[in-house]
């Protein structure tokens, strides 16, 4: 079976390389990140994840988030973090997709209650305030039950909610046959962060730019599929624009998490080689 830790990284680091609009990556630098910070976090986080099946969830989010604040002063990957505890608490002799809604569902107050701490330590922006169970407030649901009252306005929760469909339905298996197709590592990256936000409205930017700017950028994400890769450089160039507020972390979060299922599933054959 694979090393979890491993997994974990080796998505972390492939999700930040792969030049992907509107992000960060190898050949982009945001004011604020830059694509070092996301390669330091990758590996802080790796052995943590790999012990993940012998502790809860929660535990496991706030030691992630602890060990990034130690190697960057910026939220690179709490959005990860909160995707991938889960999915690396099973154990790896278990089926994942059965496994990681057992995790789910003894998910409890106290997983709450570490996690919210979590969230406050690594400070996303755009956090808004909430009617009920606010991260700021004392929890008194379990982790699943208040990631299903943000699962409407945020893509990261509602994996908790849903089981992480759009990880397992969507982005897994598109990755798994695009590189099944080409062979090429950063091509199906790419595509697969389209056709995501092409169907998924980016919570992120909605929180950062309002509903309306993230259902533009689910349409421009269509339009460049369909017209053609040549059509990515304008895409990028929308997104970067307005200080980086548009930059589709929410997708490219959900991407990380269905590059840790491929590899902990073994439909990416390691070394890879030359494929990036």
Known sequence: MPDIGLCAQIACIWEATARKPGNVHRFRDFDDSSYLDFLLS?????????????????????????????????????????????????????????????????????????????????????????????VRDEPTQTLRQVMSLA???????????????????????????????????????????LELMGKHLDTLIAR??????????????????????AALPEFDAWLRSEGNERNPGATADLVAASLFVCLREEWIDLPLGGAF
């Open 42 to 134: 990758a590996a802080a986080i790796a052995p943590i994840l790999a012990k993940a099946s012998q502790r809860r969830v929660g535990a496991t989010v706030l030691d992630a988030v602890r060990a990034t604040r130690q190697v960057t002063n910026t939220n690179t990957n709490l959005g990860i973090v909160l995707l991938l505890a889960p999915l690396a608490t099973v154990p790896p002799e278990e089926p994942l997709r059965s496994g990681v809604e057992r995790v789910l569902a003894e998910l409890d107050i106290e997983d709450s209650r570490l996690v919210y701490e979590a969230i406050r330590l690594a400070s996303p922006g755009g956090l808004g305030r909430a009617e009920e169970q606010d």
């Open 151 to 193: 699962a409407e306005r945020d893509l990261i929760a509602r994996q908790y909610a849903n089981g992480f469909v759009e990880v397992f339905d969507d982005g897994a298996p598109a990755l798994r046959a695009r590189l099944l197709q080409t062979g090429a590592l950063e091509d199906a990256i790419v595509r697969v962060h």
């Open 208 to 229: 950062k730019r309002g509903r309306t700017e993230a259902e533009e950028a689910m349409r421009r994400a269509r339009a460049v599929l369909d017209a053609g890769m």
